[in-house]
Each structure stands twice: as C-alpha cells, then as structure tokens.
C-alpha cells in the first residue's frame, strides 16, 4: 500500500505570498474598494509578513466585514423554514472529507455483509416525510444525495445508460440491482414539490451524474430538472475550487471548471443558486482568495442569480481525511471568524453571508453575525452530512430558539423564503413567532419531533 500522505507531503504551486501590505488590504477593505486575490491573502493571514494570526489585526478586519453588513443589510437576520430531505447515501465517488456516504454495492439486493447503516428512500416515503413537514409550516426543502449508481435523471436517461456500452465506466448499474427503487431524480423531484413547497437540490455534482453516458449540456440536464419540480440549485460541491487541493481532498469529483459550467448552465435556464467553500483542510490562504475570486466571476456571469455564500467549516472528526493523518483537524475559531469577514468584504456583489449553526453551533454562530454574515440558514429538521462526520450542534431549531438568539445580539429576527424575495420581520413580543411563509404556515411553531431530539443547545446568556 502506498505510505499516507501527510500535511508536509503537500507541495502546492499557490502558496500565500503576496505583494501586497495587510494595512493596504485592509485600507482597501474598509473605504469599498475592490479587492484582489492578494487582498484577500492578507486579510485571511493578518499579514504574511507575520507568522500566525494577529489578533489586532483580525479584530480590525471583523470589525470592517461588520461595517460592510450593516452598509449592505442593515440588522436583519434572515432565516427560512425547511427540511432536510436527502434520498440516498450510497455513493462511490470517495470523497476524503466526507463521511455522509456508504459504498454503493451495500445496498444491493444480493449483498450480505453488515447491513449499512445507511438510506434509501423511495419517491413515496420522499414524499411523506416532505409532506408531514409542509403540515407543519416548512416551505422549503433542501435535497442532496450520494452519487447512487441506480440514479437516472429520467426514462429516457435510463434508456440511454441500459444501452451503454460499458457501464461501469459512467458509474451506472440497473435499478433493479438495489434493494429499494429511487426512482429517477425526476420522480424524486415530482415526488417532493408537495403544495408548491420550493425544492432546493441538484448540486453541480448530482447534475453532473445526471448527465453521465449521454451528450446532454447542463443546459437541457437542468432545464428538465426544472421541469420536474427543480426551483433552485445549492451551490455545494465547490469544496474548493482549485484543482490542486481537488486532487487531494476530492480526485474523483468534477474538476473546477465543471462545477463553473454547471453552475452556469442552471442560472441560464432560470434557476437561483447559493454558493459554498468547504475549508479548513489541506488547502491555504491563496486557495481560499482564489475561490472566492471565482465565485465572485461568477455572479458577475449569471448576471446576481447566486443569492447567498455558505462558507462550510469542514467537520473533521470521522473523516478519511482525518483518519488517514492527512489533516489533523479542521479550521480554527480564529480562520472561521476571517473566512466570514473576507467572504462578506470580497463578494460586493453577493448580498447575503451564510453563518450555519450546523457548523458553528449557537454561540459560534451568533459570532458569526458579527463578523459579517447576516443570514442564520433554516430550521432543517434533520441533518445528516455534518452529523455523520462528527458534527455535535443537532438537527433542528425552532422559529423560538431563532427569535431568542437573533434579539440575544441586538439584531432582527426575519423570517425570509429561500430566495429572500419574500421577508417577514418577526416581533419578538408577539409570539407564537410562526412559520407564516408557507403554504401550511398558520403561525403555529414547529414543534421538536423524535427526528429533530438529538444535540439541542441551550440558547446562550
Ligand atoms: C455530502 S455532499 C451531498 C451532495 C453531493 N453528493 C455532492 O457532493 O454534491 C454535500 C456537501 O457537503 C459538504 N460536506 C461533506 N462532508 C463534509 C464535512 N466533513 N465537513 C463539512 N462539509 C462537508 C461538502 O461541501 C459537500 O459538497
Ligand atoms: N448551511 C447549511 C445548510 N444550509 C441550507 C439552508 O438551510 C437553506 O436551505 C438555504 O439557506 C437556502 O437559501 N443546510 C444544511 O443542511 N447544512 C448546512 O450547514
Ligand atoms: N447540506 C450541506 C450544506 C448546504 C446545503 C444547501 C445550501 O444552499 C448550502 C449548504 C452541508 O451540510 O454541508
Ligand atoms: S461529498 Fe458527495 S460526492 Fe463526495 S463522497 Fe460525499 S456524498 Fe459522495
């Protein structure tokens, strides 16, 4: 067996050197300046004329991403009512930073190792559990999966995969092979657009599987998704978006410029986008700039449709990555508060910054808001990918937790719909605080059910 690589192993050709001074970054961050990649180094490293972070200087960028925030929103604090609903863990695509996948041949029917502790769920049991969560008031569900080698966009890209000459080789096996049918991403996407319910789901690497064996563009990949039930993408799957820290951490995904065109491709057919960099593993600073410069390209190309930038802090604890002594563990509190500042301080064209509780957990994540997000992700109901890596902040919050934190910090409590088109500032001194944006949202407050018990924390003092 190869010997495992290690941190010291890994000689990247971007390294965080720059020409540039961090008092000159952060002068340029401070009066709205459009910043470069080696801006954005400075900011991240507080100066790579000094080793380590500097906290002076890191409080003097927390503070300038503060200002940006409120120039740029002002005190609202945005969240949505949703549920998570994933279909399927099996995936081979063997990604090292996660642990929310199970090998794909554990689901088949003649398999009879350990049962896998694993899911898959049919487009009826998909539609159940989406509908009990609209009854409560969620108008939103978010939807990403492992590559299941049974998952066709549709019949006729079953059709076109049955015919393929070499299966293997465009990851593909017979539904029928598996122990319990999926359907296609089409029936799954039907199966969950439950009484106008907005489905978030398709990242750039599930239309990439969508597409597989056929000469399809994304184009008419996500144009069909759309047709089925599709109404925006979830920009994960970005991970980071330079292919030499892909290689490492994720060799068997699409590269960078698949993830750009895909992304593309579902803004040109109408859909919305958010946009995500999962960090605090192999890569340094300068990859950091530099995924952040190409989100920034992005949004410049499909003309706004990226509505929000999900900074992932990466949840190291059962990683392969981990596992394997690649990383030792994941970002830091100080690197988590200057991934926030500097996303809000390079992406002047992207209104709204992420802090997830997922991630972050309460207090962290209410520090976060001081540090330029402004937007508190949603209720989720369940939560398995950080969950499955060792994440420990739960699976839920209710619209009275969310009220609670928000007004803790001096800030507003705002209901809003994935797409931040529709807003509802919440009274904290009239409860019940809702759901009302839904379908099915009365008011009436989305109660902890068994699915949503484990890990609740305390709201802080
Ligand atoms: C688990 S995948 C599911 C969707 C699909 N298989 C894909 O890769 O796009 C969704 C995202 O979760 C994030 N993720 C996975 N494992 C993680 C971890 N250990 N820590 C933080 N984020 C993680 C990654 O950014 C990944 O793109
Ligand atoms: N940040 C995480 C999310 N975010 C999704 C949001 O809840 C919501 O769907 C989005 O803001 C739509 O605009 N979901 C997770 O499961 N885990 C996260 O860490
Ligand atoms: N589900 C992803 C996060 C995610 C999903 C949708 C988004 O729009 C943003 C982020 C995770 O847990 O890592
Ligand atoms: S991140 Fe997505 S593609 Fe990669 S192994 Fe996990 S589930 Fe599969």
Not at 26 to 52: C, H, I, Q, S, Y
Not at 178 to 184: C, I, K, N, R, V
Not at 243 to 255: A, F, L, N, Q, S
């Amino acid at each position: 067996m190869e010997p495992p690589v290690t941190d010291a192993d890994l000689a990247f050709e971007h390294v965080p050197e720059t020409d540039q001074s961090f008092e000159n970054a952060l002068e340029k961050a401070r009066n709205g300046t459009r910043l470069t990649v080696d801006d954005a180094v400075e900011l991240f490293t507080t100066g790579t004329d000094r080793e380590g972070i500097d906290r002076q200087r890191k409080e003097r960028v927390l503070e300038a991403a503060d200002h940006r925030r409120q120039a740029v929103v002002g005190d609202e604090v945005t969240f949505v009512a949703n549920l998570n609903n994933n279909v399927t863990t099996a995936c081979n695509v063997g990604c090292l930073f996660c642990n929310f996948k199970d090998a794909a041949h554990t689901f088949e029917r003649d398999y009879d190792g350990l049962e896998t502790a694993g899911f898959t769920k049919t487009p009826a049991e998909s539609r159940e559990i989406v509908a009990d969560a609209v009854e409560r008031g969620i108008y939103e569900v978010t939807s990403v999966s492992g590559l299941h080698p049974g998952f066709a966009l549709d019949d006729e890209h079953l059709e076109i995969l049955e015919a393929h000459p070499d299966p293997k080789a465009v990851n593909y096996k017979p539904p029928a092979t598996y122990e319990t049918d999926l359907g296609t991403y089409a029936d799954q996407l039907e199966a969950m657009s439950v009484d106008g319910v907005h489905v978030h789901s398709m990242t750039p690497e599930e239309g990439y599987h969508a597409r597989r064996g056929t000469d399809w563009s994304y184009e008419e990949v996500y144009g069909r998704l759309q047709d089925a039930g599709l109404d925006t993408v979830p920009g994960t799957a970005a991970e980071i978006l330079v292919d030499e820290v892909r290689d490492v951490i994720c060799p068997g995904k699409i590269r960078t410029d698949d993830w750009l065109e895909a992304m593309e491709a579902a803004a040109n057919v109408g859909l919305g986008l958010t946009a995500t960099i999962m960090y605090g593993h192999v890569e340094n600073e300068a990859h950091r700039a530099m995924h952040l410069q190409e989100v920034r390209d992005l949004q410049e190309r499909v003309d706004g449709a990226i509505t929000e930038f999900v900074p992932l802090s990466f949840v190291h604890q059962n990683t392969p990555l981990y596992e394997h002594g690649v990383v030792s563990g994941g970002a830091s509190r100080d690197e988590d508060e200057l991934m926030i500042a500097v996303s809000r301080l390079f992406l002047d064209n992207i209104d709204h910054v992420q802090s997830s509780w997922v991630k972050y957990g309460d207090e962290g994540g209410l520090k976060m808001l001081a540090c330029g997000a402004d937007d508190f992700m949603g209720t989720i109901l369940s939560e398995e990918i950080t969950t499955r890596a060792g994440g420990e902040h739960g699976e839920f919050r209710s619209f009275e937790d969310y009220v609670d934190l928000i007004t803790s910090i001096g800030r507003v409590p705002v209901e809003r719909s994935t797409d931040y088109r529709e807003r509802r500032v919440i009274d904290p001194d009239d409860p019940p605080f809702g759901p009302r944006l839904g379908p099915k949202a009365d008011g009436t407050p989305l109660l902890e059910d068994e699915r949503a018990t484990t890990g609740v924390e305390s709201i802080p003092e």
